[in-house]
């Protein structure tokens, strides 16, 4: 067979395209520290959702906190941010969710897991666990065991591509 007639062995793998994709998702949020991105895909492989972590639709990101620290706690991003698996979720178009995979830039917290569980997602693939020495780590990992769902760290196809996945944390 001629060169040309063969299909092309450095091709981006579907994994990688996904994980990807999350990457690049999560390039979308206005957050100044920790930019994460998801990916919903279902059983035929077909991509149902993203999502970025942001700010609720219509609320203006510009007035809403996006501090760490503040006065108190109302005074910081956390209780009003929705995580990018929150997000993807809540951004589904009406796509069944049952069965479905999801890929996220970062490890999900316990109320992502929350989501993620009662969403019927059954697997979890993660590429950053930056913060698994935190207690709502430990907590999210307990919750997706518990539930049988299967969770573990995104490995790039080796050793023929390499792709940026760097994410501005
Ligand atoms: O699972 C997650 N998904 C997610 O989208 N996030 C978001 C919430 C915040 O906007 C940001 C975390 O901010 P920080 O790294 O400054 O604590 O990431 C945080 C987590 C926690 O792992």
Redesign the pocket.
């Known amino acids: 067979m001629a060169s040309g007639d063969t299909w092309r062995a450095d091709y981006l793998v579907q994994e990688d395209y996904w994980m990807a994709m999350a990457a690049l998702t999560a390039k979308r ?1 206005r ?1 100044p ?4 991105g ?1 990916l919903i895909v279902n059983q035929k492989n077909d991509i149902v959702a993203i999502g ?2 942001q700010m609720p639709k219509g609320c203006d990101d510009y007035v809403m906190p996006w501090k ?1 620290e503040g006065k108190d706690k109302w005074d910081t ?2 209780p009003y ?7 993807a979720i809540m951004n589904t178009n009406g796509a069944v969710l049952k069965g479905c995979n999801i890929y ?1 830039t ?4 316990n ?2 897991a929350k989501l993620i569980i009662q969403a019927g997602i059954t697997k979890v693939v993660y590429l950053s666990d930056q ?1 698994r020495d935190m207690e ?2 430990a907590a ?1 990992k307990k919750f997706l065991e518990v539930a049988g769902i299967e969770f573990r760290q995104f490995q790039p196809r080796e050793p023929t591509i390499t792709i940026d996945l760097a994410v501005n ?1």
């Open positions: 949020s957050d520290k920790t930019q994460v998801a970025y972590n760490r991003k956390y941010v929705c995580s990018a698996a929150a997000a996220v970062l490890f999900p917290d109320e992502s913060y709502m780590m999210s944390n």
